[in-house]
C-alpha cells in the first residue's frame, strides 16, 4: 500500500504513503519503523529532512528526523501551494505571486506572476538556484518557458 519511496537508508527504504513514512527492511522484508500524519492526504519528502504534508484545506511542513523516525510540525499554510522546502525556507506559488519564506513563515522575497499559473497546467521544476514555469501545448507537442526566476533574490528573467 506504500506508493513513494523516497530514499534508502542502509538495508532499509524509507517508503511513503497517503499519511504514513515506513521504514522497510529490504533483508527481513518487513516493515519496522512507521510514522503517521493524521489527516493528509499525500506526503512529499524533501531534502530527506522535511515532510509536506497535503491536508484538505491546508498544507504542513514538518521537520523530519530519520534516526527517531519522527516528526515535528514546522508550519501551517493556508494560502497557495507549496513547491520545495528546504532549510533555507519554502517556495510557495498563489494564483498571482510566487513567495519565498523562512520555516517560521516570514516572507524574504515576492515575485508577481504573468499569469494565474494554478488553473493553468504547468510544470514547475527547480534546477540549482533556478525556478522553470512551462506550459505545454498539446497540438504542437511542445513545451515553452513561461517564466525563469532566480531563487536567490526572487528576479525573473526576461525571456
Do not use: H, P
Not at 498544507?59 to 510540525?73: G, L, P, R
Not at 504547468?122 to 532566480?150: R, Y
Amino acid at each position: 500500500y506504500m506508493s513513494n519511496i523516497f530514499f534508502r537508508q542502509e538495508n532499509n527504504l524509507i517508503i511513503g504513503s497517503k499519511n504514513c513514512i515506513a521504514s522497510y527492511d529490504l533483508d527481513k522484508k518487513e516493515v519496522n519503523k512507521t510514522c503517521y500524519i493524521d489527516k493528509a492526504e499525500n506526503l512529499m519528502l524533501f531534502d530527506k529532512k522535511y515532510i509536506l504534508a497535503k491536508l484538505k484545506n491546508r498544507e504542513e511542513i514538518y521537520e523530519f528526523d530519520k534516526e527517531a523516525f519522527s516528526t515535528q510540525k514546522v508550519l501551517t499554510n493556508k494560502k497557495g501551494y507549496i513547491i520545495d522546502i528546504n532549510d533555507d525556507g519554502y517556495i510557495v506559488m498563489d494564483k498571482k505571486y510566487l513567495y519565498k519564506k523562512n520555516l517560521s513563515g516570514k516572507e524574504l522575497w515576492k515575485v508577481k506572476l504573468e499569469k494565474n499559473y494554478i488553473k493553468d497546467e504547468v510544470k514547475v521544476e527547480i534546477a540549482g538556484d533556478w525556478l522553470f514555469i512551462k506550459s505545454f501545448d498539446l497540438k504542437t507537442e511542445q513545451s515553452s518557458l513561461e517564466e525563469k526566476i532566480d531563487l536567490k533574490n526572487g528576479k525573473k528573467i526576461k525571456k
